[in-house]
């Protein structure tokens, strides 16, 4: 078939709203633009592990320690749908794992701040968890199958896990003077970072147009930063803490919170591996991978030996 | 049976589970493998489900409004009665391994005493904890072979996890007071746990061992600890401790 009606049929799929599945034709550009996203999501799933677990050892009780350890351990299982998910566009999961290594792959600077108190926990939950479930949600009905199905599920624990991260907030906030300074902090230094998690403004992303004719993407930056800000200026209310954003107010008019200007250099310094932790985050992964080798390499040596028993039996 | 035999007993239990947790809880995040930093996290979670359990009870017999939480964060290192293979450090995942199913393959023996000794609440907490345990034998031993019997290096790893952590074995079959006080029959234990090794280690290509020629390190079970259990407490408990008295 020629290459126009390919991409007509393809397009026509997309516009009829039908799934495009891993063994349908598809775009290069679709393909490679999918799997650079999917990919770049299961590495967030995974290098997000690192600033929760940093308190597993130090949570402050034996009830949160358990809710902290089922969490990180479910962004584990998100990364393994999502590596999964992409291993249908035709790359192995140890190729993108080498990507994220080398710099070649990214994952989301949100992960690239220091969790410095117990509260962090609760932000990240409230406010990380919370805006990465703006993106998520519409992915549930984004274009590619195997992504939007990994999506349904992922949704489900994300949504629990914000209503956890909430709860953990709640509870200093009603707690003793100091936890409730804590509680504050913590949403002061995780508010920016946060907005910062949609991405640059919709005239300077640059892979948002085709992302939107595909149905990668359903709605932009800006409108999912919107629709997040709006939440949580109300959510706040209920912690009686404030959000540090001096702009920040109810806009009869527009029916929209207005709010103040990200520091979009900051946003990009951190983009380019200049924040706070990038380099302990992506050590930490390298360390794991390669220490890992030798228990990779036993676990295959040994299957084998065991294939070549039952052969021989 | 003494009550306070009872309350040591039940903190034994509930401190080996904790420290063994807290241990495997730093390989979250830091697995050699997706699958595996799941799995071990799975083990992890139990056992931090048995010793609330395990506390939970403590507390209630101990009365005055107790809590899980005051047991396991407001005592200090002399106070924890956990078995000492239990605070070992981690080391690499040969040792981790060799840890879990040490301590696994002895807790599926004394929980199965557990089912039918004379306390209710502990036979009710071993017979739920049993199905966890059973699983963790199943996946701690089925590594020991994959690592024993896998290449020269893991098999050179698995020979020093075993010399590193087999003088701490033997704590396990010595009954401290408060064992014998509740009849644990500590050699019905030791010969059971003994055998079940012995055929992993054949299994796994690992040179027998045996209990009788290791001078074995002892203490934890009457609170007498390595110097490693003093910064594991430091670290699970600070929090509480630098604000105390609060809700978290």
Redesign the interface.
Known sequence: MEHHNLEKIFQDKIDQEIKIEPRDWMPDAYRKTNLRQISQHAHSE?VG??PE?NW???????????IL??K??DE??H??YL?AAAETLGQSREQMIEDLHSGRAKYSSIFNYPTLT?ADMGAIGWLVDGAAIMNQVMLTRTSYGPYARAMVRICKEESFHQRQGFEVLL?LS???D??KAMCQDAINRWWWPALMMFGPRDGESTNSDMSMKWKIKRKSNDELRQQFVDMIAEQVKLLNMTLPDEKLRWNESKKHYDFGEINWDEFWQVVKGNGPCNKERLA?RK??WE?????????S???A?QKQKQQAA | MTNASLIDFTLYLADSTLVLGQRNGDWCGHGPVLEQDIAITNVTLDLIGQSRSFYQYAAKLIGNGCTEDQLAYWRNEREFKNALLCERPNGDWAQTILRQTFFSFYQRELFTQLLHGADTTLSAIAEKSLKEVRYHCRWSSEWVCRLGDGTQESHERMLAAVENLWPYVGELFEPAPYEKALQIDTDAIKINWMDAISALFAEATLPPASLTTTFMQTGGKNGQHTEALGYLLAELQYVQRSYPGCEW
């Open positions: 995974i592990m690192l677990g597993i050892s130090r949570a402050p009780s034996l009830k949160r320690k358990a350890l089922a990180v351990q584990a299982g990364g393994l590596y117990w509870v009603k707690g003793s100091a936890q930490a360390k794991a220490e890992g080798r030798w228990v990779r390499e036993a676990a040596a040994y299957a030996k």
